[in-house]
């Protein structure tokens, strides 16, 4: 078991995005505990890509949590408040960073390694960047309205 077991939780998400891949693409596999989606890339050939635990959407929410424990330590808590917003904002990065997974193996099925830099280091660290400071907004609103 690696490290917290985010190796299972890379498994999972890649188990997930393999899924939504799968319609688009016309295929996609998955072996199940690998953290490996397959994409169908032309000329019957697959390429492997790796949901890894710094990718993962549970990096993208250590923000969240932090700003959530720090924030029900004042003294103008409002626990249910909190949760409820932790909660969304924890969903909203989980959806995003599936997103994410679908747009890089699109990008890479359909454009190679152009494909892959761009929607893996711009537009999807972006997507999930955007989801993250949403997520916070709506914490920290939250926790005042």
């Given at each position: 078991m690696g490290l917290l077991g985010l190796d299972r939780w890379c498994?999972?998400?890649?188990?997930?995005?393999?899924?939504?891949?799968?319609?688009?693409?016309?295929?996609?596999?998955h072996a199940p505990g690998s953290p490996l989606i397959f994409?169908?890339?032309?000329?019957?050939?697959?390429?492997?890509?790796?949901?890894?635990?710094?990718?993962?959407?549970?990096?993208?929410?250590?923000?969240?949590?932090?700003?959530?424990?720090?924030a029900s330590l004042l003294p103008s808590a409002r626990p249910r408040a909190t949760i409820l917003a932790s909660a969304a904002g924890l969903?909203?990065?989980?959806?995003?960073?599936?997103?994410?997974i679908v747009l890089i193996a699109v990008a890479t099925a359909r454009w190679g390694d152009d494909g892959f830099t761009l929607s893996h280091r711009l537009v999807g660290s972006g997507l999930v960047l955007v989801s993250v400071i949403g997520s916070l907004a709506l914490l920290v609103r939250g926790r005042h309205g």
């Open positions: 498994a999972w998400e890649a188990a997930v995005g393999a899924r939504a891949i799968a319609p688009l693409l016309g295929s996609s596999y994409l169908p890339v032309g000329d019957g050939r697959y390429r492997a890509l790796e949901v890894t635990w710094q990718c993962s959407s549970l990096v993208a929410s250590l923000p969240i949590l932090l700003v959530a424990a720090a969903a909203i990065v989980a959806v995003a960073n599936q997103a994410r």
